[in-house]
């Protein structure tokens, strides 16, 4: 299928339309008319930003595809946001959060190794040429690689198109159905953030903790907070990409040196330049935050990262084409039932253990999205609690090739059986 050439291809044209469409959309929230003030209500902020440019993307106006604005958000800016926000986190007040934030993430991961198998075997009863195919086109080889990206990330994607082998039509088939019902499901998720209180009333969860924490770094800010200089600002931004620079610097020589002389490693990810970047600029982030650097937030370290974080999210919906799913119907549906098996796994043992709404959202994007989306997510809940997020997304990689190999051998038992 030919593509079709977007309207605008010119990068810095994107990139200004999407700080417009993000300038607008903060500009009608803050707004106290009536009619915004309702719609607000109603529809997140975080949302739209991820929204509209995905319809942007999807009416061809724009092409995530050909653009080179995500790598950049991915690469340069979530860095340096995850080091604005943890400059000022309270480590010990992330830990007092408890087991129940790892039990949700882990209930992800099972979630997906088994919704896989689920929804081949559900959708194939019905569809009996799902099972069909042979060597490179099966369908559950490309089904695999889903596994690999929706428990770990890329990088693990990538082992298992190694592993398993699909065509690279069928590939790019599994790429479309990948994006586009994981980023369906971060909708979702960053909708019901809003409003969190309706479902832990149904699930008789305590967020207690959650809250104590976010209100402790909010009066940690107040008692902080002062007007921001010129210099103050220049600081902010020199520690956010200075890190972030240091992060690219060692993950350059550590990715490849892990990948030629220790290949066992490649199975937790350890060879993904990606991996290491987003673990030194968190590591480095936290270990400033017992330094004088904690005192940053009172100039406006964390909302300089949630400047960064919206562009991110802006990029990452121009990734998105609604129109996608009529390529391939059929495993599209495949993905949606895959997607709803992991979601109900997850639900029912949030309701078992009583876990907040916000363990099940994070938890479920630190397997789905990893470390580009999982900090979004929890900074819709609170911008002070993005790294818990970036802390379960890393156990995403590291558990990925694993239930990802083991998901895929069972969808091969259930397309030869």
């Known amino acids: 299928m030919e593509e079709n050439t977007p309207l605008l291809t010119n990068d810095a044209v994107v990139f200004g339309l999407l700080m417009t469409i993000l300038a607008i959309i903060f500009v009608t929230s803050a707004s106290?008319?009536?009619?915004?003030?309702k719609f607000y209500r109603v529809v997140p902020t975080v949302l739209l930003c991820y929204f509209i440019p995905a319809l942007a993307n999807s009416f061809g106006l724009i092409s995530g595809e050909s653009s080179s604005l995500y790598k950049v958000a991915s690469r340069y800016l979530l860095p340096a946001s995850l080091v604005l926000f943890t400059i000022s986190i309270d480590i010990k007040g992330i830990l007092k959060l408890g087991p129940k934030a790892l039990t949700m993430f882990l209930a992800?991961?099972?979630?997906?190794?088994?919704?896989?198998?689920?929804?081949?075997?559900?959708?194939?009863?019905?569809?009996?040429?799902?099972?069909?195919?042979?060597g490179p086109d099966e369908i559950w080889r490309g089904l695999s690689t889903i596994a690999g990206s929706w428990i770990g990330g890329g990088a693990n994607q990538t082992a298992m198109l190694e592993v398993f082998g699909p065509s690279p039509a069928l590939f790019s088939q599994m790429i479309a159905v990948d994006v586009l019902v994981a980023n369906l499901w971060m909708a979702v998720l960053l909708y019901w953030a809003a409003k969190p209180e309706k479902i832990d009333k149904i699930f008789k969860a305590d967020s207690t903790k959650i809250y104590e924490l976010r209100d402790k770094i909010e009066e940690f800010r107040k008692g902080l907070m002062k007007i921001p200089t010129l210099s103050d600002t220049m600081i902010i931004l020199g520690v956010g990409f200075g890190v972030t620079g240091f992060a690219h610097l060692l993950a350059d020589y550590i990715a490849p040196f892990i990948g030629d002389n220790y290949p066992g490693l490649k199975q937790f990810s350890l060879d993904s330049a990606f991996f290491w970047i987003v673990v030194i600029a968190t590591t480095a982030g936290l270990l400033l935050s017992f330094t004088r650097a904690r005192k940053l937030e009172g100039a406006g370290a964390s909302r300089m990262g949630?400047?960064?974080?919206?562009?991110?999210?802006?990029?990452?919906?121009?990734?998105?084409?609604?129109?996608?799913?009529?390529?391939?119907?059929?495993?599209?549906?495949?993905?949606?039932?895959?997607?709803?098996?992991?979601?109900?796994?997850?639900?029912?043992?949030?309701?078992?253990?009583?876990?907040?709404?916000?363990y099940v959202a994070v938890g479920s994007q630190a397997n789905v999205g990893g470390a580009a989306s999982a900090p979004i997510v929890a900074a819709a809940f609170d911008a002070s609690l993005a790294p818990v997020g970036v802390l379960l997304a890393v156990l995403g990689y590291a558990a990925g090739t694993y239930g990802a190999y083991l998901c895929g051998l069972m969808m091969q038992a259930i397309s030869v059986g």
């Open 32 to 37: 106290d008319k009536p009619f915004w003030t």
């Open 108 to 134: 992800g991961t099972v979630g997906i190794m088994l919704g896989g198998p689920l929804a081949l075997l559900s959708v194939g009863f019905l569809f009996p040429e799902l099972l069909g195919g042979s």
């Open 306 to 358: 949630s400047v960064l974080l919206y562009v991110l999210i802006a990029t990452i919906g121009m990734q998105m084409d609604l129109g996608a799913v009529l390529d391939n119907p059929l495993l599209f549906v495949v993905g949606i039932v895959w997607m709803f098996f992991h979601i109900i796994i997850m639900l029912i043992v949030a309701f078992i253990i009583k876990a907040p709404f916000f």
